[in-house]
């Protein structure tokens, strides 16, 4: 049982909440409302920019060459993530600027300044369990809503967001996460310290729970 | 007009929705249901413990002692207030233990860690400008729902929030932070850079409107 | 063996170079330089400022009212002893405007960004490890010049300094520091974080070493 | 006159003490000993290591995709030049475990954590213009070094170094850090903060000297 595997058994209503959301499950059956998956597209747009401000605090904090470098990775791969995500986004008649002109809903203020707190009052490793449910979270929707592989998703609506997180580009990101965060633990993780990213591991797949909820509020709204 | 005035101007609505919500408004004429008011006061016990981080930010991020020591002096308030808090909530039959442990909601993590990261991630100015909706706006509110005085509200049933921020020791804080706010402005502000603090502020009043509703919204949930 | 005295043992020789360096010798045995004392109390204030805010960092990156409200303890008694401090100067011919215009020297820019630098990187225990050889280490050396009690010192020319750090209330500050040494690092520190935790109190200490340092230079340099 | 100019002509005595330090002139007349350059290339080393760490920390402090990208690239051009690093000292001997082995000296500590120190309790203004006498001063001591060309340096002992910040490519980072200081200004400078800025950059100025001066230091030591 590795760390994230602790942290989930530890929280386990939390983390149901969020990777078995209403949102997820009707994105996988193809019922999900395409003004719900527009309004959270637009959303996660403004997710990312934190994200990146996310790992450059990873980098900040780092104390060695060999640590900054992976923060630097990471905060490259989402400044190219940004990218892809743009081009999803156009296939759904999203440009740029209308999610930049875009308001930042609550729900990804709270999620978003919530990891960016926790790793400035924190270390390293309250700053990659904040970011856990996301980074490995959807390393295990997308997996969840793909069982038969990226290829037998054909024509389903929702194919590209699908077969992008259920692919091996992104289940090896999520998998090499998944061993930075036991890399950390080993370092700096007391038994009694669990007790506390436990309930910081919770509270952050609440938000993330709260983030998919938006997601289907706005869409809701949107159909009014 | 002093730069508060100019940042509720530049935001009208924003500042409306805040200042005049249905929360508001009920709390004053007395028809807010005791569990919408027991609800907010609980998150909002968990909304000073960020505060009080808050403004040891802006001690942290002082440079001369002078500005120490009345950052320094906001906070030991702000934990003064707490135990005031906590006497008005025994008094709805609520202990500091039940307050914490509540789970802090995401309208409580949104506003309050919007406002720490504006503090870690601008200057002085950014933190006290997104703080300002809250110090100073709750003076305003307390002055809106006390027209002809503290006196005059007798057996109005909120009538220790009312008299708290319509009273002239809570006035008197929130005109120094306007003063203070003046002051950092002067220092700092170009008019190039008021736009974007006015887009900060407008956003921090939706995000106390948003507390507000949360207030409503808990409180209907526990009426069902 | 508390922590403190494990992070001493890890690093005898950088420990020994600061509380026994000939600064502290020779105010103990009354030939220091009046020049080096006063170069180093002008020095002492800039510093002081420089602490206030690592306890106003600490209040920050504090989780619960308890610590928030220890760290803010912290703060005030520095604030205050900014105070005391003022007056000693003021003994031997320096006011606070003196010390205000001095120049940072290069030595309290070192030791003093590293702290907060420790603090903003690291967590609560990376800060108060490298606050440890100022807060704890200046009891001891106090302990240490006024073998025979603080009475004894009598026309001691540096007694007040030493009565200030050997009495009563200052070796309870310490040992108040040390015990939450042991609280935090019973939270969060594993053996192996230990190895970094003792590498970052030798560096302090030899950056407190070099502090006295600059005290006889700058003394020497005036005497020229 | 850009911003840039404008700092330096306010700190005219602290701006030369740095760009016209011993070490540099003797640089650039090749008597420089070679116990003085190498002990200042493994110090830069370990200032390469933080300097990294101050543009993640403008990425964090970044608001926009378009400024966290620019970070982002400083951050990643450091990293490479680290690289560059690693190979001119293996031209003098230093291997890398050499380096990372090595203590960390005051004067790095002091400059590179005052930087960061000003990233983190200011805004980016304050970053920046804490890093432009490096940024920034390089090129102007290596256009220096170099009056009639990099390829007029022919068999100087210190070609390399020279030719690496009076060449094209590293003139072009300082013009281009220059343009963003500009900008920076452009946003957020007031008159009054001017006074604080140059503060700032004289301060930055005097501790780059100093850090010259640990290189003789350093090298007279190892000469005995």
Known sequence: MDIFDRLKAASPADWQSYVDHAFVRRMGDGTL????????????????????????????????????GVAQEGLAAILHETGLHVRLCARWGLSQADMEAAAEHQATVAYTRFVLDCGAAGDLLDLHVALAPCVVGYAEIG?????????????????????????????????TARRHLDDLAARAMTERRFTELAALFGKASRLEADFWQMGLDLGAAAAR
């Open 33 to 68: 409302p395409e003004a719900a998956f527009r309004a959270y597209l637009v959303q996660d747009y403004l997710f990312l920019i934190q994200f990146a401000r996310a790992y450059a605090l990873a980098a900040y904090k780092s104390r060695t060459l060999a640590d900054i």
């Open 143 to 175: 997996r969840a809503l793909a069982p038969d592989g990226v290829d037998a998703l054909k024509d389903h609506p929702y194919r590209e967001w699908i077969g992008e997180y259920a692919g091996a580009g992104y289940q090896g990101v999520a998998a």
